[in-house]
């Protein structure tokens, strides 16, 4: 007797690999760059391939298949903290405070740029010489000279 089994299956092969943001990691990772394909087949052996399925990227680290539109999507930008932009920060502080920066904004930027909190406030301390305020509604305080709240939009 001959039992003749037809039939279909899907194959995957690669036809690239790389690196990519895996949006399901949220960081960097190995991708493979996979077709799918149905073939018909006759004893589980593939014959014929049926045409494409389509394409998907396969995150290597978690297995998520993606679009291949994925890998135009860019890693969020990390703040980079360098000598350069500490500088620039350090350079900017008598104009910003004067400017109507508040001081906690400062420290932040600055502890975001690698200085602890301390070292944030004994830089900015010596452009405080005329006094600090603060503002009522919201608590920021600022440099004697503004007038202004920026958060509120307040007197201070
Ligand atoms: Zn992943
Ligand atoms: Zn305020």
Same mark, same amino acid.
């Given at each position: 007797m001959l039992f003749i089994i037809f039939g279909t299956?899907?194959?995957? /092969?690669?036809?690239g690999e790389g690196q990519f943001y895996c949006p399901k990691c949220q960081a960097k990772r190995a991708y493979k760059h996979k077709r799918a394909s149905r073939y018909f087949t006759l004893y589980f052996v593939p014959l014929i391939p049926m045409g494409k399925m389509?394409?998907?990227?396969?995150?290597?680290?978690?297995?998520?298949?993606?679009?291949? /539109?994925?890998?135009?999507?860019?890693a969020p930008v990390q703040p980079r903290v360098t000598p350069a932009n500490l500088a620039a920060l350090i350079n900017t502080l008598p104009t910003r405070l004067s400017t109507g920066t508040p001081v906690e =904004?400062?420290?932040r930027d600055m502890t975001a740029a690698? %200085?602890?909190?301390? @070292? @944030?406030?004994?830089l900015i301390t010596p452009h405080l010489t005329a006094g600090r305020k603060t503002c009522s509604t919201c608590g %920021? /305080? =600022?440099a004697a000279a503004v007038s202004t709240c920026a958060e509120c939009h307040q007197p201070v």
């Open positions: 299956r899907v194959r995957h /092969s690669v036809i389509g394409e998907f990227i396969e995150c290597q680290a978690c297995g998520i298949a993606f679009e291949t /539109s994925v890998l135009q999507l860019k =904004y400062l420290v690698g %200085l602890d909190r301390q @070292a @944030a406030l004994d %920021l /305080s =600022y």
